[in-house]
């Protein structure tokens, strides 16, 4: 067989489970967080910019 090619038998006898119970599911809310994030800091906005510009330098 060349590349992309398949075997149609196999293709033929493919068995999809399409069972959907909702207890299979992911549910968002239960790993929801209400918390805050805060950051801090260091560096100056000039040294930012700096290191940008390095770093879009290097790519």
């Known amino acids: 067989m060349g590349f992309g090619s398949y ?3 196999e293709q ?3 068995e999809y489970d399409t ?3 909702d207890d299979d599911g992911f ?9 805050d994030v805060e950051f ?3 560096a100056s906005n ?5 290191r940008l510009s390095d770093i879009k ?3």
């Open 7 to 9: 075997d149609e038998s």
């Open 12 to 14: 033929e006898n493919q």
């Open 19 to 21: 069972d959907l119970d």
């Open 27 to 35: 549910s968002a809310e239960e790993n929801a967080h209400d918390g």
């Open 40 to 42: 801090e800091f260091t």
């Open 46 to 50: 000039d040294e930012l910019i700096d």
């Open 57 to 59: 330098e290097n790519t």
